[in-house]
């Protein structure tokens, strides 16, 4: 517990590294953990760590978990990253249908989409999206730089 909350407020606190070493140590007392599974891996999709490493933890956290759309979001960003876009979409798809409310796969779920060159349209999950703003308008910073981003791309492909 006390190496998974140093994880945590090491994250929070923007510093990757002691983050990555707290998870790892977690993982080592408790390997099927998935908060410290799903956090691991992220922290390495984030610092260009090793993405075959973080899409073995990402898998792991949703067998352990597969009723947590965040595990489903981080597996789908993993995806993505490393040219897999179809299981990506699949992946953000199944975190929107366990989350209707999780921005962030909502947010990813476009984008993927948009990767594809429009060929299903993403409208509606703007949609969904302006409507959660409404409620919760404050977003991580690089949630909103990802939003702007595709809301440009959105408008300049009109």
């Known amino acids: 517990d ?3 909350l140093r994880a945590l407020i090491a994250d929070r606190a923007g510093d990757a ?3 990555e070493i707290n998870s790892r140590r977690t993982l080592s007392a408790a390997p099927a953990q998935p908060e410290a ?4 891996a992220y922290g ?3 610092s260009g760590g090793d ?34 876009r179809d299981d990506a979409v699949r992946s953000f798809k199944k975190a929107v ?9 909502l947010v990813g779920l476009v984008g993927a989409l948009q990767s594809a060159g429009g060929r299903e349209p993403t409208g509606q ?16 910073p690089q949630l909103k730089r990802e939003l702007d981003a595709l809301r440009a791309a959105t408008k300049a492909s009109l």
């Open 37 to 40: 599974l799903n956090n691991l």
């Open 125 to 140: 999950y703007m949609t969904r999206i302006d409507e959660l703003l409404k409620f919760k308008p404050t977003m991580a």
């Open 17 to 19: 590294k002691t983050a």
């Open 51 to 84: 993405l075959q490493e973080a899409k073995t933890l990402a898998t792991k956290a949703v067998a352990v978990d597969p009723a947590n759309s965040s595990f489903y979001d981080t597996l789908a960003r993993i995806q993505l990253k490393s040219g897999d």
């Open 2 to 4: 006390a190496t998974s």
């Open 44 to 46: 390495l999709l984030l």
């Open 97 to 105: 249908e366990l989350g209707p409310e999780n921005l962030e796969a």
